[in-house]
Nanobody, 124 residues
Framework: QVQLVESGGGLVQAGGSLRLSCASS????????IGWFRQAPGKEREFVAA????????YYADSVKGRFTISRDNTKNTVYLQMNSLKPEDTAVYYC?????????????????WGQGTQVTVSS
């Protein structure tokens, strides 16, 4: 399976921005739909955003719609998550993953090849 590496997390004040990257050295990267999920302490992993392999279709959780933008550059084997107007409740470890099974893209169970995660902390 494709290997993914997240980067770009950090500490930011509320209202600030961060851009996360999900990169791969695998030449099959462009054949995968990619999703971003997050997990806060004591909470279950939740869907954030997803993008189809071509980049033409994107999907967002209601909690981030209008603030986050997912995009991809298949020439660089990278998917991005631009996060604006960050809120303290966005604090979590963010993971990217490749969809390996058919099904609802909001379901983490259809994703595999999870990266190691990157910490995002938003201070109030």
């Amino acid at each position: 399976q494709v290997q993914l590496v997240e980067s770009g997390g950090g500490l930011v004040q509320a209202g600030g921005s961060l851009r996360l990257s999900c990169a791969s050295s695998d030449r099959t990267f462009s054949s995968y739909n990619i999703g971003w999920f997050r997990q806060a302490p004591g909470k279950e992993r939740e869907f954030v955003a997803a993008i189809r392999r071509s980049g033409e279709n994107t999907y967002y959780a209601d909690s981030v719609k209008g603030r986050f933008t997912i995009s991809r550059d298949n020439t660089k084997n990278t998917v991005y998550l631009q996060m604006n107007s960050l809120k303290p409740e966005d604090t979590a470890v963010y993971y990217c993953a490749a969809q390996v099974l058919g099904g609802n893209y909001r379901d983490s169970g259809v994703f595999g090849s999870w990266g190691q995660g990157t910490q995002v902390t938003v201070s109030s």
